[in-house]
């Protein structure tokens, strides 16, 4: 987490690691100097989940890369990496956009409550800063492309109509997950922006919506493709 988020502001960018590494460090200095002192809240326990809930979120994106073992060197199975690259790239941009958005408003919402209420300023920016992190949004087309690549795998045999086909669901349904996620981010954040959102409950909200798109990769992996690609490699029909 400390390397690529070093790495990725030498260069310029706002990567997911790098709302991380200020989550951590807002969340943990304050708490080693509560504990010393005695006074002030501690969010030790925000720390550990939110590290727990990223790890696992991170887990289940290389699970879905990993998912597929079987050899990618085929023309067929380089039409799908070559549509995950490119709407890689797309949600790479989002999520930056996003990054850099939440942190600022991170930042805002911290001084704004340092005038309103000082004891409130500190949750409010970590909660934030734990919500910027965008996990779902970046296991949102990994996961949808592993599971084109299982399907293609179990029907090595499917036409250039019934790929087209299966490479046009992935691209739906991977833009489905990186808007639903950003939509749980978008529907969280004025919550957490009023001081209802804890740490720790914002830690929570990201595994959630990590674990919901990972079950809609998978239920969608799971469903039987023989009656689809039937219909896509059928005479007459539109690819």
């Known amino acids: ?25 807002a969340a943990f200095v304050p708490s080693v100097h509560a504990t010393y002192t005695g006074r002030g809240e501690v969010y030790f326990d925000s720390v550990t989940m939110f590290v727990a809930f990223l790890l696992t979120a991170r887990y289940l994106e290389l699970c879905a890369r990993q998912s597929f073992g079987g050899p990618t060197g085929s023309q067929r199975h380089a039409r799908v990496e070559a549509q995950r690259l490119l ?16 942190v600022a408003l991170a930042l805002a919402a911290a001084a704004a ?17 734990v919500m910027s992190c965008p996990c779902a949004m970046s296991m949102a087309v ?13 029907h090595p045999s499917m036409s250039e109509a019934a790929l087209d086909t299966l490479l046009a669901q992935a691209q739906r349904k991977a833009r489905q997950s990186l808007h639903a996620a950003l939509a749980w981010h978008l529907l969280v954040t004025p919550l957490a922006l009023a001081g209802w959102v804890t740490p720790w409950l914002a830690a929570i909200t990201m ?33």
């Open 1 to 25: 987490i400390w390397r690529h988020a070093g790495a990725n502001l030498r260069q310029g960018r706002a990567g997911m690691d790098v709302p991380v590494a200020l989550g951590i460090v």
């Open 87 to 102: 709407l890689g790239a797309g949600a790479d941009r989002l999520a930056s956009r996003f990054v850099m958005a939440q």
């Open 113 to 129: 409550w340092a005038y309103i209420d000082p004891t409130r300023s500190l949750p409010v920016m970590v909660a934030l800063l």
């Open 142 to 154: 990994p996961t949808a492309m592993a599971s084109a690549h299982s399907a293609l795998a179990a």
């Open 207 to 239: 595994l959630v919506s990590s674990l919901a798109v990972a079950c809609n990769a998978w239920r969608w992996a799971r469903r039987d493709w023989s009656a689809d690609l039937a219909c896509a490699e059928a005479p007459g029909s539109a690819p």
